[in-house]
């Protein structure tokens, strides 16, 4: 079982910056994929960013504002959000895929809000 704690969340002006990370209970190095998600309210979850076999891939809607990084000595992965829009309101989720297993962590809520 793997265990992914994010934090990092919270209300911030449009325009500004988060840094969300997603720290796992166990080494990250051999993950297959590790990716965050978001969800807001009555919407479905959707990919945000992913890191697969090294190779990073973005949502369109966040491309060139969004960077995602991950240090395997911390067992974290991190999202950096700049020039935030209101739209970008949602739960965000860590993931991680190892073979045939996937988890998730519980979320942490970012507003993008005046």
């Known amino acids: 079982q793997v265990q992914l704690v994010e934090s990092g969340g919270g209300l911030v002006q449009p325009g500004g910056s988060l840094s969300l990370s997603c720290a796992a209970s166990v080494s990250i190095f051999s993950m297959n994929t590790m990716a965050w998600y978001r969800q807001a309210p009555g919407k479905q979850r959707e990919l945000v960013a992913a890191?697969?076999?090294?190779?990073?891939n973005f949502a369109d809607s966040v491309a060139g504002r969004f960077t995602i990084s991950r240090d395997t000595a911390k067992n974290t992965v991190y999202l950096q959000m700049n020039s935030l829009k209101p739209e970008d309101t949602a739960v965000y989720y860590c993931y991680v895929r190892l073979d045939l297993l996937s988890f998730w962590g519980k979320g942490t809520p970012v507003t993008v809000s005046t």
């Open positions: 890191i697969t076999g090294g190779h990073t």
